[in-house]
């Protein structure tokens, strides 16, 4: 037996003996105070969610429907809630919901732990449990498991429950944001608010007016007074994706937030006092950012009190095929029977290195949705995997005297997708470095030049790293 089982209840840890026993049996149980704390990981369709246990009163027509909608997508959840009475529990629970178990004996009984095996085993063979082919089954991996990260039980439980900041390495895609909310579930924060920013998706003014917050008047637009992520976490966790990309600035700021616990908000005197959580994520090596300036060595050895690096999905090749055949399950629709992953498609997938990962193995999956057909699936697989070789060099002596391998262009005709986004780096790159010269370097009139939004002309300049080069001369305006 394994996975994960979800105990709802307000004083989880009054219910240790029945933890106890329940891990014996080979199951991780995950304690939670309230329903709305279990939706987050009873949606996540790549946990393995035997049961949830619950000993918290359901008889509101919202926590029926929100159950309804957990055992349509999970057939073989058990529902095991333990109650009083009978009235306790709102009428419509013991007609509508499949898999649906009353257990009349309190949690902490002697006899709960052997009522629970009995519902997880009737559960998973009785009449709700299809037998179909391989394809229809839902049992994968988490995307976060301790068999996927080489990381214990013990170990995720004791990192969440230690309140220190954490830091998330790994490549765009992998289930870094899966494994912080993860941590985060574990943690004495997890009924607290969970915030998540992108440091490379805004520019860094709006990130430090989304972070510290602002007062009115505090700059143009600023009409109203705004609290910052920081403070509407209070409690909380926050997750700084992507911080190998902010800004140095903002860098020194949010270390002072990290040393004194406070935040200012923007245009303002005041000084807010926050208790708030830090995880922060990267697909960047910021020891190589710290040698090129790009990152502050005390931020770093400040976050980096716990690192946790996530593989890619092509270092963990055996999760590929359950954890696609779960996130087709995921976007099938409703009533609908999904096509079967053919051995010929299960080895193209394999042979795929997923330069995307998990993201990238979803898309898929939605594509095998719309073209009902495993062999051109396989197929597009294939070519992607195939290695891009360049046509034989022509001699030196036919390159010269201008001949060409017939499409026009001397020499070889291969361009990588490396080449492309260099080029469009480095074209883009001169295309501001020239309005900025044509405007004395008004960036406002560079923008207007370029007919672009002024902050997206901002972004892009902290995006390229323009001023910093500039003022190393590596490229001039």
Known sequence: MSGVILLIGENPQSHETLIQSLKLDGYSVL???????????????????PAV????????????????????????LALILAVDELHDLHSEFRTSVRGL?????????????GAIREAIEASATGPSA????????????????PASFHYSETFLSRVGMADV???????????????????????????KPFLKLNCAALPSELIESELFGYEKGAFTGATIDKPGKFELAQGGTILLDEIGDMDIRLQAKLLQVLQDGEVQPLGSRRIVKVDVRVMAATHRDLRKGIEEGAFRE????????INIVIPPLRERRDEIIPLAETLLLRHLPAGAKPPFITKEL?????????????????????????????????????????PITAPPEK?????????????????????????????????????????????????????????????????????????????????SA
């Open 165 to 191: 900041p954490v830091l998330l390495h790994g490549e765009t895609g992998v289930g870094k944001e899966v494994m912080a909310r993860r941590l985060c579930a574990y943690s004495a924060r997890a009924g």
């Open 31 to 49: 304690p939670v105070r309230t329903l709305p704390e279990a939706l987050p990981h009873l949606r996540n369709p790549a946990l393995v969610i």
């Open 346 to 386: 299960q080895d193209a997938m394999l042979a795929y290195h997923w330069p995307g990962n998990v993201r990238e193995v979803e898309n898929v999956m939605r594509r095998f949705l719309v073209y009902q057909d495993a062999n051109v699936l396989a197929q597009e697989l294939k070519r992607l995997s195939a």
């Open 298 to 305: 005390d931020l770093y050895y400040r976050l980096n009190v």
């Open 395 to 475: 001699p030196a002596a036919q390159v010269a005297n201008g001949k060409n391998n017939g499409n026009g262009h001397g020499g070889t005709n291969v361009v990588t997708m490396d080449h492309l986004e260099r080029s469009s780096r480095e074209a883009e790159t001169r295309l501001l470095l020239d309005a900025l010269g044509a405007t004395r370097w008004n960036r406002r009139q560079a923008a207007a030049q370029l007919n672009i939004d002024y902050k997206a002309f901002l972004y892009k300049l902290q995006k390229y790293g323009i001023v910093e080069k500039v003022k190393r001369g590596v490229v």
């Open 130 to 145: 299809e037998k179909g082919p391989e394809a229809l089954r839902i049992v994968a991996n988490d995307l976060s498991s």
């Open 53 to 76: 246990v619950s000993n918290v009163g359901m008889r509101r027509q919202a926590d029926l429907d929100t159950i309804l909608e957990i055992c349509a997508s999970r057939p073989h």
């Open 101 to 113: 178990h009353i257990l009349r004996t309190p949690l902490d009984h002697e006899d709960s732990h």
